[in-house]
Structure formats: C-alpha cells, structure tokens
C-alpha cells in the first residue's frame, strides 16, 4: 500500500540493533532500559534504602498522587513520579544506553575509541619525581643526602606501585583506567570507585559502569541502580552523609566529564556531532545486506535450441544448478544431447546475466560518513589501521597531532585527578601516563647522545628512561675530550658549512611531508 511520508507507523520507524531512531535521528533521553525512568512505587522498594527513606519517599508519592480532601484513583501506567524524581537525581541530557549501542554497531567509532584508549591509557604509567622532591634535591649539597634521597625515592617507588597493584584483586589498575576511559568516551562520562578502609586509608580502586550511575541535583554524590539495589556514592574526598539510607560509610568517585555547554551534571561524547553518520552507515549496510538476501537476477540463462530433454533429464539439470553446486563451484555437469539432422541444428548455450563485479552501494556516501566519525574523534585514520593511500610521512604528522591536541590534554587530566588519590600516600612521587612515542629507536639514541654531550642529561637519567639501573658515577655529567669539545663546538656554533647544505638539501624525513606540486622548495 502507498503511504504518505507523513503516515508512517510507530512500528515502521528504522530500528538500529535495539535501538529506535526517529526520523530526525534524535538522541532519546530515556530508554526502556533505563532503570531510573520506572515507577517511583516500584523503585522504593528495592534493596539499599533506609526506613526513613521508604516514608518519605511513600510521602513523595502520596502527596503528588493527593488533591483537596481526595486523591487519585489513576490506574497505574498514568503519570506518576520516577526515579529521578524519587533519588532526586539528574535527567541525562541524552540516553546512556542508547550512546552505549553506538559503541557496539559502529565500528569506525569503536576503532576509534579503541585507538585512543591504547595511546591515552594503554602505554603503562610511570610514578616519577614530584616537583616538591625536585626542590629539596636541588637544595641539598651534600653527595651523602642526595644519595640517601635517592636510594628512599626507589623504595618508594617500589612500594607505590605494590600499593596500587593491591587495590583491586579483580582487576589490574592499568584495566580498571581503560574501562574508565572507555566510558568517558562512549557516554562523556566515567567513573571511577575509591573505597577506604575502617582507619580512613584508601583500600579499592575500581570502576562503576556509566549505563547505571546518575548525579544527584544537589551535587553531593551518586546513585547507581543495579537489579534491585540502590547505592549511593559520595564526592571523592567529602564525607556527605547517605541520603538514601544503608551503608553511612559510602565509597567515593571520581566523575570524569567532558564538559557540555548544555548540561552541567554530565558530559556529552564527541560521537553526538557524527550520530547521523553512523545512522547512515547502517542504513547502507542494511541496503547491502538486503540486496544480496532478495535479489532475483540468475548469474547465467541456460537455453537449448533444436531439441528437448525429457523431464526426469530436465529435473535433475535443475537440481544440480539450484542445490548440489552451491558451495562446489568446481564440479562438472554432462548434458547429452541429441545429433543433428539435416533439418535442425542442436545448439545449447550458457549465457552471463551478471558477469560484472558485485560492488556495495553508498561506497562513496560510507566513506564519507567514515571520514565524519573519525573527525569528530579527531583520530587519525592511520591509528585505526586503514592506511591506503596515506604515506608514511603524513601518518607521522598525523601522529603528531594526535598526540599534542588529544592524547596529551587527555592524559593531563586522568593524571590530575588519580594524583589526588596517589597524595594521600605520598607527595614524593606523582603519576604520570607513558606519553605516544614518535621517535624510532636510532633517532632516540641520537638525542640522548647529544643531550649526554652538552651535559643537559647524565646517564644514569638516560639509563632510568629506558628502564634500566643506574651505575656507579652515572650521577656525573659526561666529560669530553679535547677533540670531543672542539667537535662540539664547531656543531653548536654551526661552522660546518658542508654539513648545513647536506642537511637543507636532504630528502624529506619521516614525519616532514613534502610541499604539493608548485608550492615551495623542491629537493632534487
């Protein structure tokens, strides 16, 4: 039946894996499965709330439910307080599960996401000097302290990262800030678990799933739902008292949110901007699949001229090209014919249909979408591993942005936040994220070289880089020769003319791509 546009049933509206979209692809801000959208009758029920919270939540109730001298009579299923209402926490701007299923059905945002938790998170982390040590150090002239300082900071070190390996048995800490990181990514927000012990002292780290964690309007602390149980999460370092009843010694969490000028209480993920990309990139596959699945079009037409097979003939040809060579495509067919006679030739002919090659449709419109989804991300397409087309120098500029505007603003702020965990131990050392590499081993050796010979660095600081241990004198600037010097000084003061026109005539190193064709200076 022709429909008009306009008249489209609810049940025709375009379903991606579970998730509806309407027809102007907007973000719902509640799902079926979002806990917190129930009945605030069911909800005050479940596990984890105090009697006083039970009354005056039924107070809650009745009193939106009362009039004058009389109250509602409504079947249930009319409109009737929520979660949100009875927890008295926010609505989320757009629906977590909904943001969460993105993550599943599209797998250019999965791969970027995926790219940027192994270059954010993924590369270990480090507990070096603090700033506070660095003073102290630099104030202290005798060889005997520095030495003592020193020898205390590796056993410190050593027992910091024992402390933190201790803090979650189920999980290793580099995890739990993956999981963390993924979730700031996919929903704007993560969360991340500290629990402390009966003397005050931090003893868990982990990480709560965004889908199930919503913020209090007064700002002091979280609720998360699972099942039929109700918790509720403290600021990190406040001790608000439980307004929901239970445990009086809450855990803390640290939120992770990516700012929104729309909302204040959660963050919103960059994949937002791209949702109709990813809608579109679906829709096209689905065409794809739908016209593999339904087409009619035979890939040969068989015809015989001049002669006629018999019908138990006729039926097992048939079956042999619509059952017993599918999946055989190798196997051979006798067909006997009939000889000619004078007045009539036998002819029997297979003739292609569809012998071109089967491209998908929206190659082009799929790209495209591609191209958005990793925009947004501001991820390189190199770090997803489709790199056709894409030289080696463009890969290692786009490296280089991606480490400088992403990697680098994102770690700064996990190493912030774990640091206030990591001073409530010890203000020696401070946290900090293995940073992107972009130099090759060769390279690195050249620098380290260069900084040893103008006595910016001393060994053993090039030593602990690469992970190995100090050695005697180490500590020492390196003392050149008198060759050596005067080597040095002809390189820092630029007197090797050769060796300048070697280097400005030189062909384009990796990470320096050449200029387009007709603009600027060209090597030969």
Known sequence: MITDENEVEESEVPVISGVSLSRNLDVRTTTNEDVFAQPATELNKYNGLDAGFRRRGAYQIKKFLAGSGAESKQIEGGEVISGYDLFKVALPPHSIDYLSSLYEISSYHAAAIDAKTANVVGLGYDFIESEKLKQRVDSTDSKD??????KKVQRVRSDLREWVASLNSDSLFIETLMKVYIDWQVSGNGYLEVGRTSTGEIGYIGHIPALSMRVRLARDGFVQIVGRDAVFFR???????????????????????????KNSYYGVPSIIAAS?????????AR?????????????????LKGARLDKESERKLMEFFEVKLKGKNHRSVYIPLPSDDPNNKVEFKFEPVEASVQESSFTKYTNNNRDEILFVHRTPISKIGIADGISLAMAKDADRTFKEQVAAPDQLIINEYINKIIKEKTDVLVFKLNELTLTD???????????????TLVPNEIRARMGLAPIEKGDKPVVLGAQQRAEQTEQTAGNRTRDRNRAAGATDSAGQARNPQGEGRTTQ
Request: proline residues 7%.
């Open 145 to 150: 302290s520095k030495d003592k300082i020193k």
């Open 235 to 261: 600021n990190f370092g406040e001790d608000t008292p439980n307004p929901i009843g239970g445990d009086q010694n809450p855990n803390e969490v640290i939120h992770f949110k990516r700012y929104s000028p």
């Open 276 to 284: 109709t990309a990813i809608a579109g990139n679906e829709f096209a």
């Open 287 to 303: 065409y794809n699949l739908d016209f593999f699945e339904n087409k009619a079009v035979p890939r040969y037409l068989m015809t």
């Open 441 to 455: 081993e060769e390279t690195q050796s050249q620098i380290d070289e260069r900084y040893a010979r103008i006595q």
